[in-house]
């Protein structure tokens, strides 16, 4: 558990930054637009910035209390740090970047787990500069992990990658949140890594937390369309996989007992998927529409209407027909679409989703290889 309030003045007629929020066992996501004081909120936890006051506590390590003039230095923190860049020593191969984190001079049974968690195993004796940006960012990943930190901080660790070497290191960070076990703080603008690797979410705008808590409920939360970004703002669904391949590159999944049809996925069936729909995915129907070459057409419940700053509106949906609690969408639609359409709460409706709405490279678990064939999340080619 990471308990986070800090307050902090950035010149006399600069920028502020006041937040408060605690990051649980798992991945918080800090999100919000450029300059929304992400990145000085990991240096503060780190060390590498005094704010003017704060309270941080990790565990039940104070690590900073303005108030009783505490303040940890760098060094005693015991935090791993990734940057945006892998900051490998060009000297050491992988395996002595790797070693320069641990506390010894050989790799322990739990940093030969790290090291295969992360699939660098055929990579200890590599040059850093053989390596590509995915597999350098996995060997600054395992050097922080050997150190033996109290928490993980990731400030945009794939910022600098394109979308390839993206696709290739999710799976290893969906790892890494299973089975990590400490907190790690994860620095994002990219609301798909996000929406794909958080747990909790901190959602940030001008230096102050609008919101923290989980990740699923934020991101469907209309009331915060404007701070996240209304092409930002969507759903996120835990959902089982009930066919691998149901024809024409399909796959069917389980929502709660609802069926619906996805790009196919590179998983066994019952597998977990977390999936993003984006709101401006979804369209509303009063009637159930007959001719459509949309796949997915469901029954909903509105829950919510939120109106928004410009011709649109933010609508909160729950899926009609499911057996094991809601499951929510967001829908964002013209205001003079939902006058049409009588939209208000408590009604019924039916969302449409296409199916190439829910990009492959959103699903938890399979990503896409650069010739475009599905890659499972241990890295292999079906």
């Known amino acids: 558990m990471l308990d986070i ?3 902090h003045r950035f010149g006399p007629d600069g920028p502020a930054l006041d937040v408060a929020f605690t990051a649980p066992p798992g991945v918080t996501a800090l999100f919000g637009r450029s300059g929304a004081g992400k ?26 209390d303005s108030t009783k003039g505490l303040w940890v230095p760098v060094h005693r923190r015991r935090t791993g740090y990734v940057f945006q860049e892998p900051r490998l020593f060009p000297h050491r191969d992988v395996l002595g970047n790797i070693l320069y984190g641990a506390p010894g001079r050989s790799l322990s049974q739990d940093d030969e787990a790290i090291v295969d968690m992360l699939g660098l195993r055929d990579l200890l004796r590599r040059n850093p500069a053989t390596l590509s940006g995915g597999e350098a960012q996995r060997v600054a990943i395992a050097r922080a ?5 109290d928490m993980l901080l990731m400030d945009e660790p794939l910022a600098s990658l394109d979308s390839t070497r993206k696709a290739q290191i999710l799976p290893y960070l969906e790892r890494l949140r299973a089975e990590a076990r400490v907190p790690i ?9 996000v929406a794909r690797l958080a747990d909790t979410l901190v959602v940030l705008d001008r230096g102050t937390s609008m919101a923290a808590g989980p990740a699923v409920d934020l991101l469907a939360d209309p009331a915060l369309a404007r701070h996240i970004g209304a092409l930002n703002t969507g759903a996120v669904l ?3 996989l009930s066919r691998a391949d149901a024809g024409d590159g399909l796959s069917e999944i389980d ?14 069936p019952g597998a977990a998927l977390r999936l993003r729909i984006p709101a401006t995915d979804v369209m509303l129907a009063a009637t159930r529409p007959e ?3 949309a796949l997915n057409v469901l029954p909903v419940r509105i829950v919510a209407v939120e109106d928004g700053r410009g011709p649109g509106v933010m609508v909160q949906l729950e899926l ?3 057996t094991e609690g809601p499951v929510r969408l967001l829908s964002r639609i013209t205001r003079r679409s939902a006058r049409a359409l009588d939209i208000r709460a408590g009604a019924s409706a039916f969302a449409i989703l296409k199916t190439v709405s829910v990009a492959p490279a959103a699903i938890g678990g399979a990503v896409l290889t650069p010739s475009g064939a599905p890659l499972s999340a241990d890295g292999t080619v079906p």
């Open 39 to 64: 990145t000085s909120i990991v240096r503060a936890v780190a060390g590498l910035l005094k704010p003017d006051v704060a309270r941080i506590v990790v565990g039940e390590r104070v690590l900073c």
């Open 145 to 149: 992990l050997v150190s033996r930190p």
């Open 238 to 240: 835990s959902a089982r």
């Open 185 to 193: 703080l994860y620095v994002s603008h990219d609301i798909s890594e």
């Open 320 to 322: 009609a027909d499911t």
């Open 255 to 268: 929502l709660n007992g609802v069926r619906m049809l996805v790009p196919q996925v590179a998983a066994r």
């Open 291 to 293: 001719g459509l070459s």
């Open 5 to 7: 309030a800090i307050g």
